[in-house]
């Protein structure tokens, strides 16, 4: 049974790219204090490393876990850098403070850019490397990085677009251009409970339109 995303038109391009950025991510709730007032170190949820998170790995960590679904936009199983929660006022929020996309944990050196080693641990920004490094240094600085976004952002705007039209079209069973609650119910059953409130002209039917987030801000 395919499964349909809600937002599946989210196309920020820095959210996009922050999984290419990212290598480890730190749990939403604050680290408690252990004994003698120490406070404890911060447990990971991307235990593996992968760039990740599992819905094995969210299961250790109760207030992800209960979001995971609605976390979850392409529904592919994990969660990716811009499928996270940001937390706010640091570094990890919207790569305001941690650089483009967190990439700034990469700088484990802490020399102000990211090295082809650095870059290994994340395999989405190792694969890109040569692309990002426009000056061909050896190295990426949160200018090229932002710059590659930039220069990237068309072509993920329409990859996005055309999974979109795809999904869409396979769950139009009888290709009227609009999606019944049956044919939600057979092919997204995820959507299912929450048709009424995405058909907000009330006609029965959800259109392409009332499933992409502009038309619901």
């Known amino acids: ?3 349909f995303p809600l937002y599946l038109a989210a196309i ?3 959210a996009m790219f ?3 950025a990212t290598a480890v991510f730190a749990a939403p709730q604050d680290a408690g204090s252990g004994a003698g007032g120490q406070q404890r170190p911060r447990a990971k949820i991307d235990a ?6 599992s819905r094995e790995e969210a299961a250790k960590f109760p207030r992800l876990a209960e979001r995971f679904d609605e976390l979850d936009k392409n529904h592919d199983g994990k969660l990716d850098a811009s499928e996270r929660p940001q937390r706010r006022g640091g570094r990890e929020h919207g790569g305001r403070h941690g650089g483009a996309g967190g990439a700034a944990r990469l700088d484990t050196d802490g020399d102000g850019r990211i090295s082809q080693a650095e870059a290994a641990k994340s395999p989405r920004l190792a694969q890109n490397f040569a692309q990002i490094d426009a000056n061909k240094d050896g190295y990426i600085v949160r200018s090229e990085l932002r710059a590659y976004m ?9 990859e996005r677009a055309q999974r979109f039209d795809a999904k ?6 009888n290709h009227d251009g609009k999606l019944s609650k049956i044919e939600v119910q057979e092919k997204m059953p995820r959507l299912a409970s929450q048709f009424a409130f995405l058909d907000e002209n009330r006609d029965g039917f959800l259109s392409k339109t009332e499933l992409k987030p502009d038309a619901r801000r």
């Open 1 to 3: 049974m395919t499964r």
């Open 48 to 53: 593996n490393g992968d760039g990740v998170i």
């Open 18 to 20: 922050a999984g290419a």
């Open 168 to 173: 869409f079209a396979e769950a139009d069973l």
């Open 150 to 158: 930039q220069r990237e952002r068309p072509k993920w705007e329409a």
């Open 12 to 14: 920020t391009a820095a």
